[in-house]
């Protein structure tokens, strides 16, 4: 048995739900849904297709759904349905149509017990290759359907019972499109037009003219042929907008052209109205008569009052111009031309004056300079006395900038009739052709000189390393421009990472001459990065040196330069220190770099040698308990690289460490000299062994533990130290121990100093003070210290002249003082009391002036 369900809307998207709701009918090949149709088909009815079924309409603009009322489907059971043939239930209708670059899709679904299998073909050709089959071969897909895809379908649904074939013709049609259009034109009046428009489609396009909106129709002065319109003469009437529309059965485009029809007496522009024109003998003149008119206007021309004959040298040009060849003084004169239309006419005059042709001389005609000398060239115009001349210079045909040529250059107007030009300081790349150019009202006429420079080479080609040894490498090159001097000789140098800059390099051969393209250049140094460049010499000088080589490295070798300043050093006791100078990278000849010391004692025959791996070491420990103090020893230190064992330096005597002092200092002392200072002194006893270095002073408070002390180091034999920073009124520990570069020696017996109290807070106050002429006397009260600062032992007064910052003191211990002003002007005056934690806060300042011829002054001041 089969089923067909009915289901029937527009612009949607059909699926039916089996059952309940979302349990979807899945298509195959015995169940199909047709989009065009709606209906649901099912090929070879089964017990699982028992069950209810709704119908579920998709809108595909706004994705509102329906669902039809459910749909019961049941067995009958009074019969079983045979097998039969396939019957084609859904088909594509018999002609399909489709526009070009649209989607095709075509069902075709057949009932049939076996089920039906579906396939496809094209009669009379191959299916496309961008065609798919879906919906279990129900539905054939073409993509981009273009017009070769047109032609007849089959489709076959057969089963072990026969077979069943449906086919339809696939129709691609396209719409117009313009393969040519119309563009504004503008005739002239009498004219003809021919507009052709010109469009592709399928079916092919037909025309149709409209003018101004209306439809335009064949006339006795109008043709309209397969979208050609004619028009025979055209007249101010046939002004308008005409549009061409091509049309088939699927569509209609436009195109669209404005036509203007021009009418207008002749009229001339300004640039031909009344002008001169100046010529030499022999030269062609073309006087221009071009009038603008509508139609065409007739052209005459006229010399003087007569009419103008032709002839082999005179002739009026197709567009009216007049061209006059080989002109000579009989062809001046005054020449009309007049231009007629039936509108009207218009006319111009020209002058036509004729002169001698100018003729220059330019000097000197080929030089040959060097760089830094200095030329004149000089121009002379022979020409017309009525003209006026102007002078040109050129460089190789292109103007000479003046201004911006760094003062080489200067234009000199010698007379009327000639100018020189002035180089200065020639470089290389002045070289060229200089030319004279000279303008008149009537010609232009140039001469041209070649100027050679001389001057040193230019740079050498490009430099090329081969054979490279450890100290040699060949170079090759190509020579430069000589600049007009054989090249004499050349000069090989080279740059290293340990080289100031380019150096000369010695050659074989030792004189490289001028022939010569290679040389080898030898004393190099091994294992060493190279770049070389040649630079060229002649008579002139020396040129510019080549590019640089490409980096090459010489090869490796045995080291052959030993360290040098091979010495001792101080150590501690029982060590031998033996310190050299490194050698440099640029000596070391290859990797592996290292360095043997080889030493033994004094008087004794082997040695012992130890390898120092670093290349980069300077100095080797030997410490050995069994070695004395001071014993002396061989020393001798050598190189070597992968390539193998290099020279030792000379030999020399070097004495083992004497080890760190071993007496403390004596008779240590500690003298507080104000709230922030300590002086430290001592004695240090001379002893054999650990000669002290200098000595170290250390202190901390008396609360504080000895880890917690500062430190004060002393240099030589210097034997007291000035402690400053520290705190006042504090109890100070002190020791002295001596050092040297094998160590400390032991510290002397620890010394306690307190510091000073500090000094006064209050300043002197209640100051009184009376001048007579540069005499100040002053008094004040006397300052009482604080119970935790110093006690008082005298004052200071501090006097100086204002703008000046070093002061002029007088101690006193009384409460008073004399100040004598011993110069012109203004003084600032202060006073402070003393005491041994220092000194004391300054009190408020006092200006006092000293005045030549002043009067007797008294001021009382007061300080609060």
């Known amino acids: 048995n089969f089923l067909l369900f009915f289901c029937f809307l527009l612009e949607i998207i059909y699926s039916w739900v089996f059952n309940e709701f979302p349990s979807f009918v899945a298509e195959d090949s015995r169940r199909f849904i047709s989009q065009e149709t709606g209906n649901l088909y099912i090929s070879k009815v089964q017990t699982s297709d028992v069950g209810s079924y709704i119908c579920l309409v998709k809108n595909t603009v706004t994705n509102a759904r329906v669902l039809s009322p459910p749909t019961p489907l049941t067995l009958r059971n009074d019969g079983v349905m045979g097998e039969y043939e396939p019957k084609i239930e859904v088909h594509f209708p018999y002609t399909v149509t489709a526009a070009k ?105 037909t025309y149709r003219w409209l003018k101004n909106g209306v439809p335009l129709w064949p006339q006795s002065r109008i043709e309209m042929v397969n979208g050609i319109l004619l028009i025979n003469s055209v007249n101010v009437s046939d002004t308008g907008m005409y549009q061409c529309l091509a049309e088939n059965k699927y569509g209609t485009i436009y195109a669209s052209a404005e036509l203007k029809i021009l009418a207008s007496a002749p009229t001339f522009p300004l640039n031909q109205m009344r002008k001169t024109i100046i010529i030499t003998k022999g030269q062609e003149v073309v006087i221009e008569c071009k009038p603008q008119a509508s139609p065409k206007p007739t052209i005459t021309w006229k010399k003087g009052d007569k009419a103008l004959r032709e002839s082999k040298r005179i002739t009026i040009l197709p567009h009216g111009s007049l061209r006059i060849l080989n002109a000579s003084k009989s062809d001046e004169g005054r020449y009309l031309c007049q231009g007629v239309n039936v509108f009207g006419s218009a006319e111009i005059i020209a002058s036509v004056s004729v002169k001698e042709p100018t003729r220059i001389e330019l000097t000197p005609k080929k030089i040959e300079l060097t760089v830094g000398e200095s030329i004149v060239l000089s121009c002379k115009a022979l020409h017309d006395s009525t003209l006026d001349v102007t002078f040109y210079w050129t460089l190789n045909g292109q103007p000479i900038d003046f201004d911006k040529e760094g003062g080489h250059f200067e234009s000199i107007k010698a007379q009327a009739s000639s100018a020189d030009l002035m180089i200065r300081n020639i470089l290389l ?69 340990f080289s100031l800059g380019w150096q000369t390099v010695k050659t074989v051969p030792d004189v490289i001459s001028g022939d010569m393209e290679s040389a080898m250049a030898v004393e190099l140094n091994p294992w060493v990065e190279y770049e070389f460049r040649v630079v060229a010499t002649n008579k002139i000088g020396t040129g510019d040196p080549s590019a640089p080589s490409r980096l090459i490295r010489t090869n490796e070798a045995v080291p052959k330069t030993p360290p040098a300043n091979v010495s001792g050093r101080s150590g501690r006791r029982h060590e031998l220190v033996i310190a050299w100078e490194p050698v440099s990278e640029e000596f070391q000849n290859g990797e592996g770099f290292g360095y043997i010391v080889a030493f033994r004692p004094n008087g004794t025959r082997g040695w012992k040698e130890k390898m120092v791996t670093s290349s980069d070491a300077s100095k080797f420990i030997y410490r050995d308990e069994s070695v004395p103090p001071l014993t002396p020893f061989e020393v001798k230190v050598g190189v070597y690289n992968n390539k193998g064992d290099g020279p030792f330096s000379p030999m020399v005597v070097i004495c083992s460490a004497e080890g760190e002092p071993t007496a403390a200092p004596i008779d ?60 006042g009124n504090t109890l100070y520990h002190l020791t002295v121990r001596a050092y040297n570069a094998a160590g400390y020696g032991p510290p002397s017996t620890a010394v306690r100093v307190t510091t000073k109290k500090s000094p006064p807070s209050q300043a002197p106050s209640n100051i009184m003070w009376i001048q007579d002429g540069s005499q100040v006397s002053l008094g004040w009260e006397p300052v009482r210290p604080l119970a935790n600062e110093s006690d008082v032992m005298g004052y200071k007064v501090l006097f100086r002249q204002e703008g000046q910052s070093n002061s002029q003191v007088i101690e006193t211990q009384k409460t008073s003082a004399v100040v004598l002003l011993p110069d012109v002007g203004v003084y600032i005056i202060e006073v402070c009391a003393v005491s041994e934690g220092g000194d004391g806060t300054t009190s408020p300042q006092i200006r006092s002036g000293n005045y030549s011829n002043a009067q007797k002054l008294v001021t009382l001041l007061l300080s609060i």
């Open 668 to 727: 240590v002392k500690a003298t507080s000299l104000s709230v922030s200072e300590i002086l430290v002194a001592w004695k240090h006893i001379k002893e054999s062994l650990g000669r002290p270095q200098g000595f170290e002073v250390g202190y901390w408070k008396d609360m504080e533990q000895e880890e917690a002390a500062g430190k004060v180091k002393t240099e030589g034999n210097e034997s007291s130290v000035l402690l400053t920073g520290l705190e």
């Open 429 to 497: 790349m002045h070289a060229g052709r200089y030319g004279c150019r000279v303008q008149t009202a009537a010609d232009t006429v140039s001469d041209e000189t070649e100027l050679l420079v001389r001057g040193p080479p230019g740079p050498p080609g490009v430099v090329i390393v081969e054979e490279i040894t450890d100290t040699t490498a060949t170079l090759s090159w190509s020579p430069g421009a000589d600049n007009h001097s054989p090249i004499s000789l050349y000069n090989l140098q080279a740059r290293s990472p």
């Open 101 to 205: 670059g649209t989607t095709v899709k075509m069902e075709c679904f057949a009932l049939g017990n076996p089920v039906p299998t579906i396939s496809w073909r094209k009669v009379n050709g191959h299916n496309p290759s961008k065609a798919r089959l879906r919906k279990s071969q129900a539905v054939l897909e073409i993509p981009n359907v273009q017009l070769e895809d047109a032609g007849m379908y089959e489709c076959k649904a057969e089963n072990s019972r026969g077979r069943n074939v449906f086919r339809g013709q696939l129709q691609v049609y396209t719409y117009p499109h313009w393969v040519e259009k119309l563009n504004d034109t503008q005739l002239d009046s009498g004219d003809p037009l021919r507009w052709e428009c010109k469009a592709t489609g399928k079916p092919r396009p």
